[in-house]
């Protein structure tokens, strides 16, 4: 199975969150693939300078790949993607993540039910 964190799961699980799961995390250190999007550290980045996120930009980032996930960066057709989405979650980050998922296709795990509207392969968590 091939896994794309939401920004707070990908958060939750660098701090070992009790927030998630142990099947949680069994299914994320069971995946085949688990991508980070560039989106989520650009957004981390934005909270952090805003006061809303306590956190080391860059220890999100060295994250990644110490975790052993892999970055998804933001492309042409993931932009597209998002542009053309309903109007059903207007943040601009978890669109985003909604388009790389369904571009991909990349199961999405989130803490967010408002963005099971727009796929199948959008997963409360």
């Not at 981390?44 to 006061?51: D, L, S, T």
């Not at 960066?73 to 542009?83: G, L, N, Y």
């Not at 989130?110 to 997963?123: F, H, K, P, R, W």
């Amino acid at each position: 199975m091939r896994l794309l964190l939401d920004t707070h799961i990908f958060l939750w699980y660098l701090a070992a969150s009790r927030k998630l799961s142990k099947s949680v995390l069994t299914r994320i250190e069971m995946a085949d693939v688990v991508y980070i999007s560039a989106a989520s550290i650009w957004e981390a980045g934005i909270k952090i300078k805003q006061g809303r996120l306590e956190a080391n930009i860059d220890d999100l980032y060295v994250g990644i790949a110490s975790s052993g996930f892999v970055e998804l960066p933001i492309s042409a057709k993931h932009s597209v993607m998002a542009a053309n989405l309903p109007e059903h979650h207007r943040d601009p980050f978890d669109r985003m993540l909604i388009a790389q998922a369904m571009c991909e296709p990349l199961k999405l795990l989130t803490a967010d039910i408002l963005l099971q509207q727009y796929s199948e392969l959008v997963e409360v968590v």
